[in-house]
């Protein structure tokens, strides 16, 4: 018998190509996603890329009722991976309460359920945003938490904090906390990849509908930083390698190979990029030429991160694979996809 998996936010960028790895590896899962963020068209995507349909329940995480009915309906859920939540970070300095109620209150619900239904597992979705501008590069686990800049980035610190306290007061179960870098690209097959509603504020989307004209010009924020060519480093990893990340985190798990009741881990390639490099890279693989201006700051951004993966490396067994070049073909031609749908 398969062993079965709850993925929270699972039909969102992340949880979506993380899915269909699960489901490469040998797992079952049940996706829980509210779609506020997403569109239920993804499953099919998925489907299409494994052959197998997950589990759907539209759902709210915040609901506790419904999780439980959720719980009672899908018997024998030994891991969670919990993705779901608000990521914007302009939009929770508008709407922190918003940020806080669905990002803490949709994590407590799972994990007073755990107990109650026998999860074992629980893998935490959390961001490199925690550390701020690291005072030593690249950043590794141990590096000092420096204040949030935004009630989105807080949210991570506090769910981090909430799991740690959980764990230390002897929660029956088990927690691996990844620290993502800058997730981008999309599956090989087109079939999923990252899909914002509005004007993207991340860099990769901006850059592609760039490319394919839905917007008219790049900014790029600042190139008078600290960094060789001015411009801001940060590590992109791709979705996919991000992906396998999480099956190698439920395994460990599962299979009783974890060192501690709470593990924390880097996931990043180890390898610092500026804006202006990325737009070189973006231009010499695909061969379109990009529209882009400098522009002041960006307030709030960190100036250069980059993670050491070292401990991901060796402790996971687990490291990034995919070329940046490759990466960002993906992204490519997953707009392109978009288009031939007549979706952008
Ligand atoms: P996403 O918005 O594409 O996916 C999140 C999914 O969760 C969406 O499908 C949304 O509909 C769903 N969701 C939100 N609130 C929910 C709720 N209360 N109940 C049920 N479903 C809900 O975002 P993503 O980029 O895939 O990010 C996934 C996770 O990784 C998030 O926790 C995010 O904070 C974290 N993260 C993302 C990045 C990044 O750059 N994308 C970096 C670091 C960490
Ligand atoms: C990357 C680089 C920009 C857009 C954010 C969140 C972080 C997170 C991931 C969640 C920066 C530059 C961007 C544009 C640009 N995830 N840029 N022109 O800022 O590293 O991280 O998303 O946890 O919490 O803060 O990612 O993609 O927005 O920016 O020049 O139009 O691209 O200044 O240097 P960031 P990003």
Redesign the pocket.
Known sequence: MKTKILVTGGAGYIGSHTTVELQNAGYEVVIVDNLSNSNAEVIDGIERITGIRPVFEKLDCNDMEGMKAMFERNKGIKGIIHFAAS?A?GESVQKPLLYYRNNIVSLLNIMDLMPQYGVEALVFSS?C?VYGQPDILPVDENAPIKPALSP??NT?QINEEIIRDAIYAGAPYKSIVLR?F?PIGAHATAEIGELPIGVP????P?VTQTAIGVREQ?????DDYDTPDG??I?DYISVVDLAKAHVVSLDRMLTGKSKANLETFNVGTGRGLS?LELINAFEKTTGVKLNYKIVGR?EG??EKVWANPDYANNELGWTAKETIEDTLASAWKWQLKLRERGIM
């Not at 790049?218 to 600042?222: A, N, W």
Request: net charge positive; with cysteine.
């Open positions: 990521k970070v961001s945003t989105y980035g991570k993502y800058n504020q991340n860099l990769i901006f790049l900014s790029v924020f600042g411009s801001c940060r804006v960006r951004d960190i």
